[in-house]
């Protein structure tokens, strides 16, 4: 129903910077919250940043004041900008949507996940 392709990962020095990308695609009607989590190895998946459909956004303590998240929503794609990237920033991030979509039986709602993508910042 919904389909989320990421990209902008890569291997980044300490203090560098990275832009991931989140395109979704669909029977999409609405998409409300779009949001960017990741899980670093051995440990649980944690919300990054969340932006509403409005443009609220909620980060991490984390990342405040280093990562901000935008969204297109003329392009249903969702941002995140990552500056002075820390190792403890390893990790793989996954874009997740909450949308509405069409289905022949009428609308529902999806909640989705992308693949991820990983992004190591080395010190």
């Known amino acids: 129903q919904v389909q989320l392709v990421e990209s902008g990962g890569g291997l980044v020095q300490a203090g560098g910077s990275l832009r991931l990308s989140c395109a979704a695609s669909?029977?999409?009607?609405?998409?409300?919250?779009m949001g960017w989590y990741r899980q670093a190895p051995e440990k649980q998946r944690e919300l990054v940043a969340v932006?509403?459909?409005?443009?609220?956004?909620n980060y991490a303590d984390s990342v405040k004041g280093r990562f901000t998240i935008s969204r297109d929503n003329a392009k249903n794609t969702v941002y995140l900008q990552m500056n002075s990237l820390k190792p403890e920033d390893t990790a793989v991030y996954y874009c997740?949507?909450?949308?509405?979509?069409?289905?022949?039986?009428?609308?529902?709602?999806?909640?989705?996940w992308g693949q991820g993508t990983l992004v190591t910042v080395s010190s």
């Open positions: 997740n949507t909450d949308a509405v979509v069409l289905t022949p039986e009428g609308f529902s709602t999806s909640d989705t």
């Open positions: 932006i509403s459909d409005g443009g609220m956004t």
């Open positions: 669909g029977s999409i009607s609405r998409i409300n919250a």
